[in-house]
T-cell receptor, first 115, second 116 residues
Framework: NAGVMQNPRHLVRRRGQEARLRCSPM?????VYWYRQLPEEGLKFMVY????????ESGMPKERFSAEFPKEGPSILRIQQVVRGDSAAYFC?????????????FGQGTRLTVV | AQKITQTQPGMFVQEKEAVTLDCTYD???????LFWYKQPSSGEMIFLIY??????QNATEGRYSLNFQKARKSANLVISASQLGDSAMYFC?????????????FGSGTRLQVQP
């Protein structure tokens, strides 16, 4: 059973380009979370999705950022017109349920660098 | 208000000694879970240990144990017999159960350096 798979591991974009980050949850997991980690900081929640639904996007910037988790295929975090401040590590986590005792399994992260 | 507070930005410990990493939390939800993750320099997030709000006993996993003091709202991580490979960032996190958001809320982390 493969873990949470994120790709690419590293992504370099010029200012103004689009960044697409992919996350395949663990098999059987229907809950996906995206987090952003700035250098030397903790992880900040961005968005929580279940299959085809956004459940909580309270941590996601209102502009330029969007996320989806289609019925088939990976979850995608999309950042349009990237700026230098978007440079960060983006982590995806998945879980099979939402109880307080449910562990979230993390992917390796995608390190986005905007030049 | 901060949900998760880690007051130690950095800690040093001698190899083979024990070390305690502090974590306090704030929630009004009676059902919650507390997690510790390790992030080595390679960047991945490694789950270490979990404590549930209704658990009567402190959680233990190998050399890791969680000193859970519910009344004080603290969930400190104790690493016994430190090894050089324990050098990493350590994050405390909370998930609120019945009424709160389902995502984990993380503290700012503690950088642990194990010295030979």
């Amino acid at each position: 059973n493969a873990g949470v798979m994120q790709n690419p591991r590293h992504l370099v974009r010029r200012r103004g380009q689009e960044a697409r980050l992919r996350c395949s949850p663990m098999k059987g997991h229907s809950h996906v979370y995206w987090y952003r980690q700035l250098p030397e900081e903790g992880l900040k929640f961005m968005v929580y999705l279940q299959k085809e639904n956004i459940i909580d996007e309270s941590g996601m910037p209102k502009e330029r950022f969007s996320a989806e988790f289609p019925k088939e295929g990976p979850s995608i975090l999309r950042i349009q017109q990237v700026v230098r401040g978007d440079s960060a590590a983006y982590f995806c986590a998945s879980s099979p349920a939402t109880g307080a005792d449910t562990e979230a399994f993390f992917g390796q992260g995608t390190r986005l660098t905007v030049v | 208000a901060q949900k998760i507070t880690q007051t130690q930005p950095g800690m040093f410990v001698q190899e083979k000694e024990a070390v305690t990493l502090d974590c306090t939390y704030d929630t009004s939800d009676p059902s919650y879970g507390l997690f510790w993750y390790k992030q080595p320099s390679s960047g991945e997030m490694i789950f270490l240990i979990y404590q549930g709000s209704y658990d009567q006993q402190n959680a233990t996993e190998g050399r890791y144990s969680l000193n859970f003091q519910k009344a004080r709202k603290s969930a400190n991580l104790v690493i016994s017999a430190s090894q050089l490979g324990d050098s990493a960032m350590y994050f405390c996190a909370m998930r609120e159960g019945d009424t709160g958001r389902r995502a984990l809320t993380f503290g700012s982390g503690t950088r642990l350096q194990v010295q030979p």
